[in-house]
């Protein structure tokens, strides 16, 4: 038996986990426990009201802003430049290229952010055309101020990714914990300082977010250094692996921008609903699919940059067999006992059995998406790895335009369900043409 349970063992964990996924993989389960706190605060102490349509609604602008200009692009790029570097033992060349990073994330988003402050009553309207006139101003005060989180973020992000790179995953996968306690602080400030506490709440988390992953490098033996180069051959390599991936970027934010702006037309709470669905469902995504793609990222990268295509393939393959049981597992979970988890984790106080209803209905339907769109990030991650950011793009961009059709199509008949439907089509389409074009890129026999 224990022969059986040890073969099992390493059959999901052995390889994937050895490089960092067990680790990372717990992290992210706190960092989720937490947000499943802070969703129970949300529901039973805000309900599915306009508060919490606004709070949710402003994130929209800041997270789309700091996606796009800086974190995934600034991940996609850095990364294998960054490792092949190391990889090659130019360590100065490392350290200059992590210092110059450094500067130029956050001074980039500090730029953007004060344009979208001075546009922001313009982009609001875009994001809910559907609140009223009270409603709107309070969406603009909100997101303003949230737009100090990108700046904070674009300097976390960027040691992350050092982090990532460096194989150091204690930091990198604690921060979200921090930012989640700050959130989950910021509801109990409602009472007492109205709906500004919930931004106090955000933006202290993100100030958590970067002291721990600054004491995660300041403990490493890596140290950014040397002038801050702007024309610094490998930081042009860097933007220019950028550039496609800010493209193609803003597709995952744009795709729940769109289904913010469809739900604020429909039943009042509609947009928490969608949120609270969105956040459980991707649960698994983050503990499977994000983890192992992260932990793998760095040892892809250093293969390829040594041009070692059997370990490319080892790393790959070791990733790719555990997620698909596991997140198999877990769609099949949210289907069968999602009513189940939406009532023990948010029924009560304001949010009733009706909500508790919908948000399970929604949830089993995006609980279909679960295996593609781990995959994805799988795949994603091996391209980059290859320096190739286009192909990930080819892929995803046209896929918003079916996203936003599917679900104008779908919505008179399935309501808020039409959202989830959308999403799980585009997303497994996506990842078969991903997992096509890869296995082509990579020349393996059918």
């Known amino acids: 038996m224990d022969t059986a349970m040890q073969k099992i063992w390493d059959y999901l964990f052995g390889s994937v986990f050895r490089r960092g996924a067990t680790l990372l993989t717990a992290l992210t389960f706190a960092s989720y426990l937490l947000g499943l706190v802070r969703d129970m605060l949300f529901a039973r102490m805000l309900g599915a009201g306009r508060l919490l349509d606004v709070y949710n609604a402003a994130f929209i602008v800041p997270d789309t802003l700091l996606n796009v200009f800086v974190a995934g692009a600034l991940a996609a790029a850095f990364v294998p430049v960054f490792t092949h570097l190391l990889a090659r033992e130019r360590s100065d060349d490392a350290r200059q290229l992590a210092a110059t990073m450094l500067v130029g994330a956050p001074g980039a988003m500090l730029v953007i952010g004060i344009l979208a402050l001075l546009f922001m009553p313009q982009i609001a309207g875009i994001v809910a055309p559907g609140f009223s006139p009270d409603e709107m101003a309070l969406l603009i005060r909100m997101s303003r101020f949230m737009l100090l989180s990108p700046?904070?973020?674009?300097?976390?992000?960027?040691?992350?990714?050092?982090?990532?790179?460096?194989?150091?995953?204690?930091?990198?996968?604690?921060?979200?914990?921090?930012?989640?306690?700050?959130?989950?602080?910021?509801?109990?400030?409602?009472?007492?300082?109205?709906?500004?506490?919930?931004?106090?709440?955000?933006?202290?988390?993100?100030?958590?977010?970067?002291?721990?992953?600054?004491?995660?490098?300041?403990?490493?033996?890596?140290?950014?250094?040397?002038?801050?180069?702007?024309?610094?051959?490998?930081?042009?390599?860097?933007?220019?692996?950028?550039?496609?991936?800010?493209?193609?970027?803003?597709?995952?934010?744009?795709?729940?921008?769109?289904?913010?702006?469809?739900?604020?037309?429909?039943?009042?709470?509609?947009?928490?609903?969608?949120?609270?669905?969105?956040?459980?469902?991707?649960?698994?995504?983050?503990?499977?699919?994000?983890s192992f793609s992260t932990a793998v990222f760095a040892s892809l990268s250093r293969a390829a940059a040594l041009n070692d295509d059997a370990a490319f393939m080892r790393a790959l393959k070791g990733a790719a067999q555990p997620l698909a049981l596991v997140t198999l597992l877990s769609a099949a979970f949210y289907m069968i006992a999602g009513r189940l988890v939406i009532d023990l984790f948010l029924g009560g106080g304001r949010f009733g059995s009706e909500q508790v209803a919908a948000t399970a209905r929604l949830l089993a339907v995006f609980a279909l998406s679960i295996p593609a769109e781990s995959f994805i990030h799988l795949f994603v991650r091996a391209f980059y790895a290859l320096k190739d950011t286009w192909t990930p793009i080819f892929i995803s961009v046209p896929g918003l335009g079916l996203i936003w059709a599917l679900a104008r199509a779908l919505i008179p008949s399935l309501g808020i369900n039409a959202l989830g439907c959308a999403y799980v089509i585009s997303v497994s389409i996506e990842a078969v043409a991903l997992f096509f074009l890869l296995r082509r890129r990579l020349r393996i026999a059918h």
């Not at 992000?157 to 930091?171: D, K």
């Not at 106090?200 to 970067?210: D, F, K, P, S």
């Not at 692996?241 to 702006?261: C, D, H, K, S, Y």
């Open 151 to 290: 700046i904070l973020f674009a300097l976390s992000n960027t040691l992350g990714s050092i982090l990532v790179s460096l194989e150091r995953f204690v930091g990198y996968g604690t921060s979200p914990i921090l930012y989640n306690i700050g959130i989950i602080g910021g509801v109990f400030l409602v009472p007492a300082l109205g709906p500004v506490g919930l931004v106090i709440g955000t933006v202290g988390g993100a100030a958590l977010h970067l002291c721990t992953r600054i004491i995660a490098l300041w403990r490493s033996r890596f140290r950014p250094s040397g002038p801050i180069d702007l024309a610094h051959p490998e930081f042009r390599q860097v933007l220019k692996l950028m550039i496609p991936r800010m493209a193609g970027q803003p597709v995952e934010q744009i795709t729940f921008f769109l289904f913010t702006n469809l739900a604020s037309s429909l039943a009042v709470g509609s947009i928490a609903i969608l949120s609270f669905a969105r956040n459980f469902q991707s649960v698994p995504v983050a503990l499977f699919g994000i």
